[in-house]
């Protein structure tokens, strides 16, 4: 069993459309959590950050963390066709202070249809 | 700002060849992973170095495989020989050596061995 389970899709939505996108995990170590965004061709690039449980909320993304369920969520409201891409969710450890070993989902692919 | 740089974007070679991935990090930036990212298994990490020095190759898949980082600003990740299995895309990252600092990744070198 892989430490960190994501829904592949493919996820394909209407613009204007709420999406959300999930991970489970196994690891109680892990406390970080992080959700990628990867363009074809592109390096993932790092949308929203946080490590209590909770929501929180950057423009039209919300993250939301259910650690007593080991479940994580991103929301996307209004979407829109420049959201296609594939996300990532990504998590880690409390760390003694160097920089943290991150574990990925294997994605899932979104694309938003005009 | 200059992002993580890298280079080739792109290599095609024969099996046996050996085969040179170069990273530059952002600027001020300790510490440097190197990812492999297949549609089988997803993104997973290879090694990383803080100030230079690596810190976990676990994720190496062979001794074929070797990274060094011989200053704050380049690092190169080298397979020789080469096998076809060895095709992927690698991604470079970088970020502080602080716990609570995000990972910024290049845009990867996208590496076909025949």
Redesign the interface.
């Known amino acids: 069993q892989k430490e960190v389970e994501q829904d592949p899709g493919p996820l394909s939505v209407p613009e204007g459309a709420i999406v959300s996108l999930n991970c489970t995990y196994s690891n109680s170590a892990f406390q970080y959590f992080m959700w990628y965004r990867q363009y074809s061709r592109k390096g993932p690039e790092l949308l929203m950050y946080t490590y209590s449980s909770g929501n929180k909320e950057d423009g039209r993304f919300t993250a939301q963390v259910d650690k007593s369920s080991k479940y994580i969520s991103l929301f996307i409201r209004d979407s829109q066709p420049s959201d296609s891409a594939t996300y990532l969710c990504a998590m880690s450890p409390i760390s003694s202070g160097s920089a943290r070993q991150l574990t990925f989902g294997s994605g899932t692919q979104l694309t938003v249809l005009p | 700002d200059a992002g993580?740089i890298q280079s080739p974007r792109h290599e095609v070679t024969e099996m046996g060849q050996e085969v040179t991935l170069r990273c530059k990090p952002i600027s001020g930036h300790n510490?440097l992973?190197w990812y492999r990212q297949t549609m089988m298994r997803?993104?997973?990490?290879l090694i990383?170095f803080?100030n230079n020095v690596p810190?976990?190759d676990s994720g190496m898949p062979e001794d074929r495989f070797s990274a060094k980082m011989p200053n704050a600003s380049f690092s190169t990740l080298k397979i020789q020989p080469s096998e076809p299995r060895d095709s992927a895309v690698y991604?470079c990252?970088s970020?502080?050596?602080?716990?609570?600092?995000?990972?910024?990744?290049?845009?990867?070198t996208?590496l076909s061995i025949l």
Request: zero cysteines.
């Open positions: 993580v510490s992973f997803g993104l997973e990490l990383y803080n810190i976990d991604f990252a970020s502080t050596q602080y716990s609570n600092q995000p990972q910024h990744f290049g845009d990867g996208r």
